[in-house]
């Protein structure tokens, strides 16, 4: 067999988090009763006209700039036509041939190698409403609902360049893109709500060769997971076709999660033919440099720039991906700086101990489920580097914290687990330790180590824990030369 | 006079000095569409008991003292593409013909606020797609000129209504010429506003770039009159220009001294009716006998601005009907297996041969590989279309020329015999859509008993030289004041 | 002839319509008759000329984001020819 270069590109559609739709003023909150957040305009009614969301706008503007595109100044939309129950107007309104951004990138890193991705645009459209099945899919399904809710939210598409050679670098695009959106605030990233969708188009081709094979689009993709998942297998799928002598087929597929496999959509409709053409209920939209420049000013700092901050401050270059990946968890580290010195130590805690937890529950940091403050995880770390706890003694304090919202040195008090330290206090039970076991000094005088270890337990175990571990080996040391 | 062949201007002063009441006036115009609709057929839907409701509103208000505003208590027609909140609103065509409109047009909302009445809707060509009325899936309309003539079209029914004394004012649309074709064919006055001037919204879309709401009535102060109502800007119509709206009876002046008409020569070559022709040119000896300065101008590019517009409207109207698909309203054929089966057939059922063919002929002139060679074409031929006006507007000041090439012609299913034969009829008035800019269509004599009309075209957003020009020629003839025959071997 | 019935039958089912094999000859007629005389434009010189994407000198239509009122959930369905769980019932959506 030989060996193939995997090529992929992603689409990725994500839903704008405006209040209201991009061409009528219905409110875009997610999960409302059916057909409750509708107008004759996101209905498709006859004579109603769209009316373009400013914030709209400014978002694709925002997410642009964050992205590293060039903001194009004259900007018109276009219909996009085909027919779908859920599509009210059978068209759908949208950018073709003069998208709002072109040309940006985005740096990912994967094994520790970094690798530009880039951006060929970005355009500004209305999703389209949902089709609730009567049966578990829409091949087995006899009729559907249709809900317009969503009909007309806000989205934008942003293209990569096929610049992807496995899922690893997929994924890694993906979760750097979904970090970017959300820094900057132009969408909520909820995958399982779709709100960041995703889809891929693949190909495969023999090593030495330069020509892209024919590519397939998996649509589909709702998770990091999917996404990495149906590439594997689409790629491995497109080798075996080419190496049994055949063609892969330029079509539709999708990802069914449930059997981890990508299944044709062609049915026996028409070829795509979309016939764009200019909208003609709209104005153009001439962008005043003046407008970018004040949104490029309230840009807030991107993840790259922040794990650059992050590695300048001495957190380990893992510890610093997995922190920015998530604006909330890199908000929350930047709290929690506001208490401790010992960013290291804390960035551990983060992606240990806390992210543990979370995934545990199921829950993201900024849910009130969560009790401990960014405060509260910088005093843990303080109270361990001061010598008040013993990092077995201070798991034991986090696992308290997460029951109760209080300052760990509080809970520290409450549950008796100051270590203790003090010299006087640890030199009696010293002596006390020697008296009581003769036959292990005799045994470490013989040279055997390990009957220190025994003899430390022999206070810990005293002291339920408590003594000061560090103090306790020094005295015995001494004591014993 | 009868009360239902009166004008506005006139019943409004009846109102207001309580010499008639508005139910008094709606009944009248009611026992007029009783006795001659079912020769004329202007009407879709009849709206009597909100009609008579909102009268006697009216006429409680004038009894209160209150001072009302010019439409208000008087009787109008609405054509059927016109959204009217809980009254039917079917375009002519089968598949919207049960449809309900859940909201109003900004138009409707306007002359509601002034307290009007609307007697109902009227009948119109499908979509708006034709110049003869003949289109409709609902009923023919005849010319009240002689009854085996159309009434023109698109909007032949809210023409035919005020020729018939079945309405004091009316609303049609016009996208090619159809408010101004089917005032000429009908002997009463049709404007097309400046594009942008009327909110679209809820004037239900044929082709986006060229629809535009305006007045049929009776005269030109008439139509001066529902301009102010129904011009400015609306929030809901991104193309609606902000503007200020002047108030348009004022421009209502006798006095064409100086104004520079010009005669584009190629509305008057080949294709025109000698007759039509000979109408044209005595008003131009009229407008000269009132001090106006003729010039001859030349618009290079009008013939092609009849394929080009067909190639540009069925291109956004194949966008613009993709709505009705059965899902949301309007017909649903109920034996198909599957939705696109539905969609499919819902359409095939419910819509009339010339709107499957402009559809068709849009979506071929947007397909893949013939954008281009079509419809950019079209687009770039349009540029031109506007440049030849605004060239001719650095001479004059407004455009005559004949509003139709013919009168109103007999009912005979030409359309569907040879429609590129019709559409080339439309060459008068559809350069005004393609550019954009105002039109009015005034009677202006007579050839074998059917009316001519005049057209007048102004400047983007001058409609008040336009309206100052065919006021000045109305007050000066009589052609107006002639009442229809209701003739004819029907 | 620029369409054959075959072209026809391709826009039509473009168009989600259905054009029937008594109508074809004809319509396929007319509509060559149309895009035979849209040739003409081919006489015009287009080079450099701007299409007409927009009559008005108008730009930069924008709408504040705020939300308002669309209209009742029932009206929203009042026409709908068939209802299911509040929302618009259609066939099975895959032929």
């Known amino acids: 067999m030989k060996n193939y270069i995997t090529v992929i590109g992603l689409e990725v559609h994500a839903e704008l988090k405006t209040k209201t739709k991009a061409f009528c003023s219905c409110s875009t909150e997610f999960g409302a009763e059916p057909n409750t957040h509708v107008c004759p305009v996101c209905l498709g009614m006859p004579g109603a006209l769209p009316v373009l969301n400013k914030r709209v706008v400014e978002f694709a503007i925002r997410a642009g700039l964050a992205l590293n595109c060039d903001i194009q100044k004259f900007n018109k939309m276009d219909r996009k036509n085909y027919f779908y129950p859920d599509l009210a107007k059978n068209y759908q309104i949208s950018q073709w041939d003069e998208p709002i951004c072109l040309g940006g990138h985005i740096d990912i890193r994967v094994n520790g190698e970094k690798k530009r991705i880039g951006i060929t645009r970005i355009h500004m459209e209305e999703d389209a409403g949902k089709l609730v099945h009567s049966g578990l899919t829409i091949s087995t399904s006899d009729y559907s609902a249709v809900d317009y809710n969503r009909a007309g939210v806000p989205l934008i598409e942003i293209v990569s360049e096929p610049d992807m050679r496995s899922a690893a670098e997929a994924r890694a695009y993906m979760e750097q893109l979904k970090a970017i959106l959300e820094y900057t605030d132009v969408c909520d990233c909820k995958m399982q709500e779709g709100s960041l969708r995703c889809d891929a188009n693949i190909s495969v081709m023999p090593e030495g060769t330069t020509e892209f094979g024919t590519r397939a689009e998996i649509k589909n993709l709702n998770s990091f997971r999917a996404l990495e998942r149906a590439i594997e297998y689409e790629v491995e799928r497109q080798i075996e076709i080419v190496e049994d002598g055949g063609h892969v087929v330029q079509e539709t597929r999708t990802w069914d999660d449930a059997n981890g496999v990508t299944l044709s959509m062609r049915s026996k409709e028409e070829a795509h033919d979309y016939r764009y053409f200019p909208e003609p209920d709209l104005v153009p939209v001439n962008l005043d440099q003046a407008w970018i420049d004040e949104i490029k000013a309230t840009l807030p700092e991107l993840p790259s720039a922040r794990k650059e901050r992050l590695l300048a401050e001495d957190v380990p270059e893992d510890n610093a991906d997995i922190i920015v990946a998530s604006k909330k968890v890199a908000d929350y580290f930047d709290a929690g700086t506001k208490a401790t010195k010992n960013l290291k130590a804390l960035s551990n805690w983060l992606i240990g101990d806390v992210a543990g937890y979370l995934n545990a529950e199921g829950i993201e940091i900024d849910d009130p489920e969560f009790r401990i403050t960014p405060d509260h995880l910088g005093e843990l770390v303080n109270l361990i580097d001061k010598g008040v706890l013993s990092s077995k003694l201070a798991k034991q304090v986090f696992a308290e914290m997460l029951k109760e919202n209080e300052a760990p040195e509080a809970l520290v008090k409450k549950l008796g687990l100051e270590q203790v330290s003090d010299a006087g206090e640890l030199g009696k039970l010293v002596d006390e330790v020697i008296a009581a076991n003769p036959q292990s000094i005799a045994d470490f005088k013989a040279g055997k180590k390990k009957a220190l270890g025994f003899l430390v337990g022999q206070i810990m175990k005293a002291t339920h824990g408590k003594a000061n571990p560090g103090m306790v080996n020094k005295m015995l040391m001494e004591k014993l030369q | ?490 | 002839m620029k369409v054959t019935e075959k072209d026809v039958k391709y826009i039509a089912a473009l168009s989600r319509l259905e054009i029937s094999e008594a109508e074809m000859p004809k319509f396929t007629e007319q509509f060559n008759q149309i895009l035979n005389y849209a040739d003409i434009l081919q006489k015009v010189d287009t080079t450099g000329i701007e299409p007409t994407f927009s009559i008005l000198p108008l730009y930069n239509v924008l709408r504040e984001d705020v939300p308002q009122e669309g209209v009742a959930h029932e009206d929203a369905l009042k026409n709908a020819p068939a209802v299911h769980n509040d929302g618009f019932k259609v066939p099975r959506v895959i032929e």
């Not at chain 2, 079912?38 to 409680?60: C, R, S």
């Not at chain 2, 119109?124 to 009240?144: L, R, V």
């Not at chain 2, 001037?197 to 004037?203: A, L, T």
């Open chain 2, 1 to 490: 006079m009868k009360l239902y062949e009166s004008t506005v201007h006139e019943l409004h002063e009846q109102l207001q000095n309580k010499q008639l009441s508005s139910v008094e006036l709606t009944k009248a115009v009611y026992d007029r569409i009783d006795e001659v609709e079912e020769k004329i057929g202007a009407y879709v839907t009849l709206d009597k008991e909100n009609a008579l409701a909102q009268a006697a509103k009216v006429d409680a208000m004038i009894a209160a003292g209150e001072t009302i505003k010019p439409l208000a208590g008087i009787p109008g027609a609405i054509k059927d593409n016109i959204s009217t909140k809980g009254l039917r609103t079917t375009c002519s065509s089968h598949i919207l013909d049960n449809f309900i409109p859940v909201y109003d047009a900004h138009v409707i909302a306007n002359l509601r606020k002034d307290e009007t009445i609307f007697l109902g809707k009227t009948n119109m060509d499908e979509f708006a797609m034709g110049s003869t009325t003949e289109t409709s899936y609902m009923k023919k309309t005849h010319n009240a000129w002689n009854l085996d003539c159309v009434p023109g079209g698109s909007s032949g029914g809210s023409a035919a209504a005020i020729a018939a004394g079945e309405a004091i004012w009316s609303l049609g649309s016009d996208t090619g010429g159809s408010i101004r074709q089917p005032a000429s064919f009908n002997g009463v006055v049709g404007i097309k506003p400046t594009y942008g001037r009327v909110s679209r919204y809820g004037c239900v879309a044929f082709a986006s770039s060229l629809d535009q709401i305006g007045p049929i009535t009776r005269d030109v102060t008439d139509a001066a009159i529902v301009l102010n109502t129904i011009c400015g800007v609306d929030a809901h119509d991104s193309t609606s220009l902000p503007v200020d709206v002047p108030d348009f009876t004022k421009a209502l002046r006798q006095d064409v001294k100086g104004l520079r008409i010009g005669l584009p020569k190629e509305y008057f070559g080949e294709g025109i009716d000698a007759k039509v022709k000979e109408q044209i040119m005595l008003a131009v000896e009229k407008y000269k006998e009132l001090g106006a300065e003729i010039v001859e101008v030349s618009l290079p590019h009008t013939e092609y601005a009849v394929i080009t517009y067909y190639i540009i409207a069925p291109a956004e109207a194949s966008a613009n009907l993709a709505r009705y698909d059965g899902v949301r309203y309007g017909y649903r054929n109920k034996e198909a297996k599957s939705a696109p089966e539905m969609t499919k057939l819902s359409r095939t059922e419910g819509f009339g041969s010339e709107v499957k063919r402009r559809i068709m002929l849009g979506t071929y002139v947007l397909s893949s590989g013939y954008y281009d060679a079509y419809y950019k074409k079209a687009m770039q031929v349009r540029t031109l279309i506007r440049k030849d006006f605004d060239e001719a507007f650095r001479k004059v000041d407004v455009l005559l020329t004949p509003t139709s090439p013919v009168v109103a012609y007999p009912m005979d299913g030409k359309i569907a015999m040879d429609p590129l034969a019709i559409y080339m009829l439309d060459v008068t008035t559809i350069p005004v859509n393609m550019a954009g800019l105002p039109g009015i269509s005034i009677p202006c004599g007579f050839t074998d008993g059917m009316p001519v009309g005049l057209q007048l075209i102004g400047k983007a957003l001058d409609e008040e030289t336009l309206l100052r020009a065919a006021y000045t020629f109305e007050q000066a003839t009589d052609f107006h004041k002639a009442a229809a025959p209701l003739g004819g071997n029907k």
